[in-house]
Structure formats: C-alpha cells, structure tokens
C-alpha cells in the first residue's frame, strides 16, 4: 500500500479537482529551513480529541489506522493496520482518543474507542510498541506517544470564502527517534524517523471527529396519522434514510430528526404523561412509509428491538415544528448500524384516543467532510 500513497503534489492535484486553490505547500524540509529564521510553521497544536488517522492514496481513496478488536490479559497483542473502507465496519472503529499528557512536548496517549472493557477496568485498551510494530493491548501504564507537525498544504475552496489545510504528522515513541510507518503489509511498525524530508508512508493525517462536518437534510412532506384505541403503542413508519453503505458508516456523526406535528389536543389528566412521540429504529431493509409496524419488524439486539424515543409532542391542536434529540456518534444507534440497514423515523401513540399527526418531517445527517481538515474556517 505504501507505493500508492499519495503525495503533496498528487494531494495538490486532487484539490485542484474539486476545484480548490493551493495557497501554499509547507513540506517538513522548509520547517527545518523554519526553525533557522524563526517560528516553524509546522509547530501546530493538536487539541485532546476523538480522531480518524488517516492515510490518503493516489486514487483518493481514504485508509485508516484500525485494529480488529483487542486480545485478552496473557495474550499477543493485536496490531494497528491502515485498513480502506473494505474492511472496516463502522466509524467507531476508526476513531482514536488523543489525550495530552504533560511534562512530555506533544506527548499523547493514543487509545481505540471500538473497545470493549469487561471487567478489566484495570487493564485498559492503549496504542503501544510492541516490538517494531505498534499495536494494541491491555495495560496498566498507557506509553505516550509524540505528535508532531511534518508539513501542510494550505488551499482555499467555495470561491474564496472557506480555507483549509491539510495537516501532516508524525508520531513517534516517546523517549526514541521511532516513528510510526505503514508498511506495504499494511501493518504499522515502529522505524527510525527519516533526517530530512520523511517519506509518505511516515506522515498521517489526523481528523478530528465532529469538526469537519456537512450536513445533508432528508425531508418528507406528506400526512400520517396514527391513533391509538388501547393500551398497545401503535407505531408508524414516516420516513427513512436510504440502505447505509460502508462510506455513510464512517461518515456520519449524528442524525436528528424534526417534526411538524400536533396530538389530539387534549387529554383528561396530562399529569400522566404524554403520549404521542417520535422513536428513531434501525431496520435490516428499508421500510415502506405508512407501514404499520411491529416489535420484530425492528433490527433486534439481544432480543430487543433497537429503537430509541426522539422526541415528544406537546399538547395542542395546532402544528408546530418540534426538534428531537441529537444521536451523536457515540450513541448505540451509529454502534448497532451495518451495511444495508435504514433509519426510520417513526409516529408512535398509545392508550385510548391518543393520536400523532404529522405532515412534514426532516432527518439532518451530519457527515464528515473528508474534502477539509479541522483547521477549515467560513470567512
């Protein structure tokens, strides 16, 4: 894979084609050169994060830096590899926790966030040398890891009015001249850091999570009814995203939805509650609007349906437009999602003369901007 790295003339060409403007290339030779004169360029900050590490080819095809789970106490790590989107499964699984550790310049823990503890609250999940390679295991005592500036490219897109730059890093194990290097195995290894300019295979772009974003806007605009005659919650499907593919699981960061809608108007003790409501549910295939549905109708986990409350009506006779909850990337709604699956937003009422009316309804998706690092800024 290391031969099919794009470099900072080929990332050059890339912007060009989505028709942005290379303002300037700063390569880690000319902040050498820097450092001479005065400040170097390359001496920027990075913030304690969530983050994608990433590697970008020739083809602008996107790797991450991923590992596939985490072995138990007495057994062989597993090692961190720069996987394409063929082999990762969700955005969890790309996304490393930096955090600042002083008394070390750019000193960072580096952990997976796809982890699942158990009972070893002990023995945390952390990025650590093994050998040449770094992997990742259990440990007591986190390593700590230097991240350091190692060149940028500077661009300005949408005729002018947004600026970004790409960000080169290199990191290094602290204490050592050893720097991290996807190899043509994939795997990462541990080499000695090149003197001069380093070449691609050693240089990573990091994105933090939640910074970079766009946001696309699903909408329906058509009439749902759903009444209510016992004490059994009826649930309707009003709209849904389309089938998810690889790319929608590492991209999106959240999904909200928003309402225009209004109950029955009334209700003879409000003190008990309301009872019109949005959910939010994962399906295995994408459902028909209007369709009636059932506890298995929903993508199960562990015997459950998977399916979370949105938001709430209020009580009036009169439309209105109601914002629902905010499911951030962390949320087990992005967890539980696979290639395939859909979003429905459903109307859901119980108990006698309950009713949900809605006749317009939006799903917002905040994505990831792979287009702009996090230093991207709207003058």
Sequence with gaps: MTDKLSSFEERATQLKSKNCTVINTVTYRD??????????????????????????????????????????????????????????????????????????KNGFTIVPEDITMGGEHDLGP??????????????????????????????????????????????????????????????IALVEAAEDQPPMSQLYELYRIGDAIDTATIQAIHPLNVESSDQTAVKKVYMSTRPATVDDLLRIISIKASTESRDQGWASDPQKGQWSWFELAIFTKRPTDGQLVKPSDIKQYQGKPLTWTSHENKLTTDFQWLDGAKFTWDHPIHRHMEQGNCIALLACAQYPLWENLIRNGKLSVERIDMNRLHTSTKQ
């Design 31 to 104: 902040g050498l050169k820097a450092n001479d004169t005065g400040a170097n360029p390359l001496g920027f900050y990075v913030d304690d994060g969530a983050y994608r590490i990433v590697q970008m080819s020739r083809d602008n095809d996107v790797m991450d830096a991923t590992t596939e789970g985490i072995s138990n106490p007495g057994k062989p790590p597993v090692n961190v590899t720069m996987g394409s989107y063929e082999n990762v499964k969700g955005l969890k699984q790309v996304i490393w926790q930096f955090k600042r550790q002083y008394g070390v």
């Design 126 to 187: 952390t990025a650590a040398p093994e050998g040449d390679n770094v992997a990742v295991k259990r440990s007591g005592c986190y390593p700590v890891w230097r991240v350091e500036g190692a060149g940028m490219l500077t661009y300005k897109e949408d005729q002018g009015r947004s600026f970004g730059a790409i960000r080169y890093f290199r990191i290094f194990e602290a204490g050592t001249n050893r720097c991290w290097r996807t190899e043509r195995s994939d795997n």
